[in-house]
């Protein structure tokens, strides 16, 4: 029997999956999010209008958009995890790169995960 917890995720899932995430906001709205942190995810962005970029973020997001590019041709319709401006693994299956990160060890690294369109 699944936990309130992992009903709850599942719950979370679908609901943002059907693009329901305003919806979900307020529904999980009076939870305390240090019981289950996962809840942290629907929080709303804390992005500033007309900040500056933090240093060395603009370089970082131009290698990593220059990866991405390049990525088309070599990992066209797979999910790919990159470290810094560097595809570190790729998998067709977003489940099994996660899980082959894990066991490697690497999930602690600051990693972005992408999906290549396969077009």
């Given at each position: 029997?699944?936990?309130?917890?992992?009903?709850?995720?599942?719950?979370?899932?679908?609901?943002?999956?059907?693009?329901?995430?305003?919806?979900?906001?307020?529904?999980?709205?009076?939870?305390?999010?240090?019981?289950?942190?996962?809840?942290?995810?629907?929080?709303?962005?804390?992005?500033?209008?007309?900040?500056?970029?933090?240093?060395?973020?603009?370089?970082?997001?131009?290698?990593?958009?220059?990866?991405?590019?390049?990525?088309?041709?070599?990992?066209?319709?797979?999910?790919?995890?990159?470290?810094?401006?560097?595809?570190?693994?790729?998998?067709?299956?977003?489940?099994?790169?996660?899980?082959r990160l894990e066991s490697q060890g690497r999930l602690g690294d600051e990693l972005t995960f992408a999906r290549i369109p396969?077009?």
């Open positions: 029997m699944a936990s309130l917890e992992e009903a709850f995720q599942r719950l979370a899932g679908m609901m943002i999956g059907e693009g329901k995430l305003v919806a979900l906001r307020e529904a999980f709205s009076g939870m305390d999010s240090s019981k289950m942190p996962w809840l942290r995810v629907l929080e709303p962005p804390r992005a500033t209008p007309g900040a500056k970029a933090a240093p060395g973020s603009e370089d970082l997001f131009r290698a990593m958009n220059a990866a991405l590019k390049a990525a088309r041709t070599t990992h066209a319709g797979q999910w790919v995890a990159l470290h810094g401006g560097t595809i570190v693994d790729a998998d067709v299956s977003r489940v099994a790169l996660h899980r396969p077009w």
